[in-house]
């Protein structure tokens, strides 16, 4: 199983959303808190010494998307490893001081949450994965928001607790900080297919695009991982495919 057992329990547990969503510091439905925010506050007293982890997905052919959480920081990191990398190499990460989320686009992370979903039925799409990688990817002009957001809103509802009435992330909490539709970011594609953003800051209209992947692959190692990243992709639509979930395969 994917989720650590320390993990489990805190997947049904809305202090840990308003937490993990940064709702508990003025994020995103921080305005439906209602009596969480004393929990919240008697949440900020305790140890959290051992509350780092990491959560483990394979896509495929042991292709891993690796979520790198610090509750007691309030960091989240999102990492890839492939059969051909020692370590794991960071897309980017959320935080509440220097943060760059923006790692992947909606399909992209659609793909992922497909592949685990094929990998571990236990982990349906969309459902556990979703809800807890979504903070990384965004939206652009040429998605279908509608659809990303009923998904995510769908796999945060598979979490709540069936009485519960009080605060849960919504797909519109999620939205806020993912949508970039209108914000002049333009996409760029090489012919091995690597795929990254520029946004015109003299043009900008709304947040700006705070990612590392912002140039094409250097042919150093250095900047954005770009060979990781199409070979997790790469992985994913062959694990999807092979299920029969998807029509053609695509090469990333």
Known sequence: MAIPSVLQESLHDPVFWARYTFAHEEGPGADRLGDLEGLLDDDADEDLDDSSLDVTFEVGSGHHVVLSMDASADSYSLLIATPDSPEPVELGWDDLAHWHPHALRWTELDLICRAIATRDPRLPHPGTPLALLCRF???????????????????????????????????????????????????????????????????????????????????????????PLRAVLNAATVTVSDAGLTGDRHTF
Request: glycine share 10%; proline share 7%; charged share 30%.
């Open 137 to 227: 990817a965004a939206v652009f002009d040429d998605d279908d928001v509608d659809q990303a957001v009923a998904a995510v809103d769908e796999a945060y509802a598979a979490l709540r607790p069936p009485q519960w009435e009080g605060y849960w992330p919504s797909g519109a909490d999620w939205l806020e900080r993912a949508d970039f539709r209108g914000a002049n970011v333009v996409w760029q594609r090489d012919e091995v297919g690597n795929l990254w953003a520029h946004q015109d800051e003299d043009a900008r209209d709304g947040e700006p695009f705070y990612s590392t992947r912002l140039g094409p692959d250097t042919g150093t190692g250095d900047g954005f991982p770009h060979a």
